[in-house]
Nanobody, 123 residues
Framework: QVQLVESGGGSVQPGGSLTLSCVAS????????MGWFRQAPGKGREEVAT???????SYTDSVKGRFTIARVSDKNTLYLIMHFLRPEDTAMYYC?????????????????WGQGTQVTVTS
């Protein structure tokens, strides 16, 4: 059974930083697509960043240059390192996995989701 457990969310001031973690069990994250998504109140779920088994990464335009997606295979853990946070980054952040292999994972349709971790950016 695949489980994804996120952690690392919290409340920060604009310009601050946070690192989200997603620990996977029942699945080796380097075998398929992994991604971070977010959903703000009253809005749809948005793909933030993806990491393919090939090593190819993708980012939505609004986070390029500020967020970094990273994968540590030895820990079977996916990270989202977030800098220069803005109020518009406020959302529930979800880790997701797509089991099938892809060279690139932008637009991935996830098979499994974590429970989410809240990120709030406010002064």
């Amino acid at each position: 059974q695949v489980q994804l457990v996120e952690s690392g969310g919290g409340s920060v001031q604009p310009g601050g930083s946070l690192t989200l973690s997603c620990v996977a069990s029942g699945y080796t994250i380097s075998n398929g697509c992994m991604g971070w998504f977010r959903q703000a109140p009253g809005k749809g779920r948005e793909e933030v960043a993806t990491f393919a088994s090939s090593g190819v990464v993708s980012y939505t335009d609004s986070v390029k240059g500020r967020f970094t997606i990273a994968r540590v295979s030895d820990k079977n853990t996916l990270y989202l390192i977030m800098h220069f946070l803005r109020p518009e980054d406020t959302a529930m952040y979800y880790c997701a996995a797509k089991l099938s292999d892809s060279y690139r994972c932008v637009g991935m349709v996830a098979d499994y989701w974590g429970q989410g971790t809240q990120v709030t950016v406010t002064s």
